[in-house]
Nanobody, 121 residues
Framework: QVQLVESGGGLVQAGGSLKLSCAAS????????MGWYRQAPGNQRELVAT???????NYADSVKGRFTISRNNAKSTVYLQMNSLKPEDTAVYYC???????????????WGQGTQVTVSS
């Protein structure tokens, strides 16, 4: 019964900033990994950033130095602060949660519905 609800997408000019959030709901005890992926039209979905419950992060080379992923474990929420946005960042951004321990058992690979980020030049 896990759900991921994303928010924060929108339209921004190049060089601007957006902050995405994704809140997981349900009878959740822990989520090992949360992350953000994106997919532009005609492209495959690609990893943007991930963060473990212990705070270890991983970023795609294309966003290093510009994006910051963080999480609030108590709230089962992950954030993506996006700065210095470029037109090539335009995509649908999807939240992911993996290795979820719930009251019902151990679950893997849940996805949010996606939120559109559009960066204009």
């Amino acid at each position: 019964q896990v759900q991921l609800v994303e928010s924060g997408g929108g339209l921004v000019q190049a060089g601007g900033s957006l902050k995405l959030s994704c809140a997981a709901s349900g009878s959740i005890f822990s989520i090992n990994v949360m992350g953000w992926y994106r997919q532009a039209p005609g492209n495959q979905r690609e990893l943007v950033a991930t963060i473990t419950s212990g705070g270890s992060t991983n970023y795609a080379d294309s966003v290093k130095g510009r994006f910051t992923i963080s999480r609030n474990n108590a709230k089962s929420t992950v954030y993506l602060q996006m700065n210095s946005l470029k037109p090539e960042d335009t995509a649908v951004y999807y939240c992911n949660a993996d290795r979820i321990t719930t009251r019902q058992g151990f679950l893997t690979d849940f996805w949010g519905q996606g939120t559109q980020v559009t960066v204009s030049s």
